[in-house]
């Protein structure tokens, strides 16, 4: 089975630190995305990357940025946290493949209180 | 641009009859999958029905199957013979071939879904 690992489920930060996201995938996606999940708003993709080469802004990247050094290991980084990031954050990834078909598998997710 | 679109936030449906959860999209990408993923109170998501832009045929998947109007850009999930298990959240998502190489995925606010004894 595919495992999309976070590394933190829940987190509490404060306003202005530097926080990082960790998410390893250990069945050598290509693709591998970052959404944030918020009430009313559904999931919005923030960034999304084709192996290391290639990283990609979504639609909500202010205040945002990733690093891929490896194929298994995404990252998301908030420069400086603000209260407004406080959120649930999903990572995901993704078997390029052929076709369309290819669903996506999530990690589990983290919670991340911005104070 | 891409966009998804679900307009309704909340359901109310009794158990054992259907339900038709709404979905709009835009794209001009002539080549595009659609999807439908539930989230229970759990958190995780759960794949539910693909639709290629392609296919001929609507998808069905056991209780589920997707209405699927590409003239008028929908894809509605339709849930037959509800169940208390299907209360959850619903996401309908789009996935575009626009990038050379990365995939865009993209998905919609969500409908929860409360199914009543």
């Known amino acids: 089975d595919v495992k999309v690992t976070q590394s933190s489920r829940y987190l509490v930060k404060r306003t202005g630190e530097k926080v990082f996201l960790e998410c390893v995938q250990d069945m050598d996606h290509e693709n591998m995305f970052w959404y944030r999940q918020d009430p009313g708003l559904g999931l919005r993709l923030i960034y999304f990357s084709y192996d290391v080469k290639m990283k990609e802004k979504g639609d909500i990247p202010e205040g945002y940025s990733v690093s891929r050094e490896k194929k298994e290991r995404f990252s998301l980084i908030l420069e400086s946290a603000s209260t407004n990031q406080t959120s649930m954050y999903l990572c995901?990834?993704?078997?390029?493949?052929?076709?369309?078909?290819?669903?996506?598998?999530f990690g589990e997710g983290s919670w991340l209180t911005v104070v | 641009a891409q966009k998804i679109t679900q307009t309704q936030p909340g359901m109310f449906v009794q158990e054992k009859e259907a339900v038709t959860l709404d979905c709009t999209y835009d794209?001009?990408?002539?080549?595009?999958?659609l999807f439908w993923y539930k989230q229970p109170s759990s958190g995780e998501m759960i794949f539910l029905i693909y639709?290629?832009?392609?296919?001929?045929q609507n998808a069905t998947e056991g209780r589920y199957s997707l209405n699927f109007q590409k003239a008028r850009k929908s894809a509605n999930l339709v849930i037959s013979a509800s169940q208390l298990g299907d209360s959850a959240m619903y996401f309908c998502a789009m996935r575009e071939t626009g990038y050379s190489s990365a995939s865009k995925i993209i998905f919609g606010s969500g409908t929860r879904l409360s199914i009543r004894p």
């Open positions: 995901a990834s993704l078997n390029s493949g052929t076709g369309l078909r290819n669903t996506i598998y």
């Open positions: 794209t001009s990408d002539p080549s595009y999958g």
């Open positions: 639709q290629g832009s392609y296919d001929q």
